[in-house]
């Protein structure tokens, strides 16, 4: 296997997201986190939004309040 060659490291971690682009969403759960990405699984399903599409994850966070932030990109 290969170095690692990312500039800011991933963090693994399992909470609870929702992804939805559009009107399409999907739940499933992260893989890891880094301060410019997220993996999640979405099991089933191959999630391929068109280029430059609005996407927005909802992360269930631990012990979090009814309004948990919401991360748009």
């Known amino acids: 296997m290969g170095r690692d060659r990312r500039r800011y490291p991933r963090v693994g971690v399992a909470l609870s997201v ?3 682009t559009g009107s399409r969403l ?14 999640a699984r979405l099991p089933g399903i191959a999630v391929t939004p068109p280029r430059g599409s609005s996407i927005q994850l ?5 012990k979090a309040s009814p309004t948990a932030p919401r991360i748009s990109a």
């Not at 759960?29 to 301060?35: E, G, K, V």
């Not at 909802?58 to 631990?62: D, E, V």
């Open 18 to 20: 929702a992804v939805q």
């Open 58 to 62: 909802r992360l269930a966070l631990p």
């Open 26 to 39: 999907w739940q499933g759960n992260t893989a890891d986190l880094s301060p410019h990405g997220v993996k």
